[in-house]
């Protein structure tokens, strides 16, 4: 039987202020209850008559700058959004408006934890509106012949991911399978936690784009070919970070999911075509 709840909001304001990780800028997010129906809608509060940015699929623009997720509506941008609506989606949070104060969402240590602890103390209350989800009635496979990453939507009763995440040849790791049945238990003991992760031999060309300002030794993974440059907080911290991504991303969809989505090798751009492919599939 499918899951049968109501929809979800905050019981009162959570707040959280860091620096972003691509722009270094110093920023606040303030996440406010909202109504039912309301779904998950950023609002630039810096910017003149606060544009709302909704978290759909419909806002989602693609830089030149490879691999980021940057929301957008007209000139109002949010930029690396992804920790947070994937904390909001692991929680099962329906509704709620994210005032946001600069151009980037706050990267604090570059997992969702923050984010999990201040909608945790807020605290989260259900709604007199039932709840709407989306299934997948039959597979979706979505796949990026270059690098070989691929990633499926099949037919579940409940919201399920499972990561495949392998490095490349001549790196110390071996591959990694992340699986979780997506509940905020679940969410928060598995995935919450684990931090953005980066090749050591990436950074000097993501700083030289502009990116990473605000990426310190404490708050990103760095992997080396022979060993972990930074220290890691589980060994499989890569691909529990994945699955965090996979579920931020997949909250593009502005709806709860009903799937279980498995993924190799993936990141935001194939998933935001598998997000494409999901509405089209359901229309
Ligand atoms: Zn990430």
Request: hydrophobic share 40%; proline share 7%.
């Given at each position: 039987?499918?899951?049968?709840?109501?929809?979800?909001?905050?019981?009162?304001?959570?707040?959280?202020?860091?620096?972003?990780?691509?722009?270094?800028?110093?920023?606040?997010?303030?996440?406010?209850?909202?109504?039912?129906g309301h779904g998950l809608v950023f609002r630039r509060?810096?910017?003149?008559?606060?544009?709302?940015?909704?978290?759909?699929?419909?806002?989602i623009v693609w830089s030149k700058l490879h691999n980021r997720t940057t929301l957008a509506r007209g000139q109002a941008e949010v930029q690396t959004p992804e920790h947070l609506l994937s904390a909001l989606a692991g929680l099962g949070v329906d509704n709620v408006l994210v005032d946001l104060t600069g151009p980037e969402v706050p990267g604090c240590d570059n997992s969702s934890l923050p984010f999990v602890e201040a909608i945790e103390e807020a605290g989260i209350e259900e709604q007199d509106a039932p709840l709407a989800p989306l299934s997948v009635d039959a597979p979706i496979t979505v796949r990026d012949e270059e690098s070989g990453a691929e990633v499926t939507a099949m037919p579940s009763t409940r919201?399920?991911?499972?990561?495949?995440?392998?490095?490349?040849?001549?790196?110390?790791?071996?591959?990694?399978?992340?699986?979780?049945?997506?509940?905020?238990?679940?969410?928060?003991?598995?995935?919450?936690?684990?931090?953005?992760?980066?090749?050591?031999?990436q950074?000097?060309?993501?700083?030289?784009?502009?990116?990473?300002?605000?990426?310190?030794?404490?708050?990103v993974?760095?992997?080396?070919?022979?060993?972990?440059?930074?220290?890691?907080?589980?060994?499989?911290?890569?691909?529990?970070h994945k699955a965090l991504d996979l579920i931020g991303d997949l909250a593009l969809v502005g709806r709860p999911l009903r799937a279980h989505v498995l993924a190799r090798r993936s990141?935001?751009?194939?998933?935001?075509?598998?997000?494409?492919?999901?509405?089209?599939?359901?229309t």
């Open positions: 039987m499918p899951e049968r709840r109501r929809q979800r909001t905050l019981a009162g304001l959570a707040r959280v202020r860091g620096q972003g990780v691509h722009t270094g800028e110093k920023t606040s997010v303030s996440i406010r209850p909202a109504e039912p509060t810096d910017l003149e008559g606060k544009p709302l940015i909704p978290a759909t699929v419909e806002s919201f399920e991911v499972t990561f495949f995440a392998e490095f490349p040849e001549g790196y110390f790791l071996e591959p990694q399978t992340v699986h979780l049945q997506v509940t905020p238990k679940a969410y928060r003991e598995q995935v919450a936690a684990a931090r953005t992760w980066i090749f050591a031999e950074i000097p060309g993501l700083l030289l784009r502009g990116l990473g300002k605000g990426g310190t030794r404490e708050s993974l760095v992997i080396g070919k022979s060993e972990f440059v930074t220290e890691p907080r589980m060994r499989d911290e890569a691909a529990r990141g935001h751009a194939l998933h935001a075509k598998l997000v494409q492919q999901i509405l089209a599939a359901a």
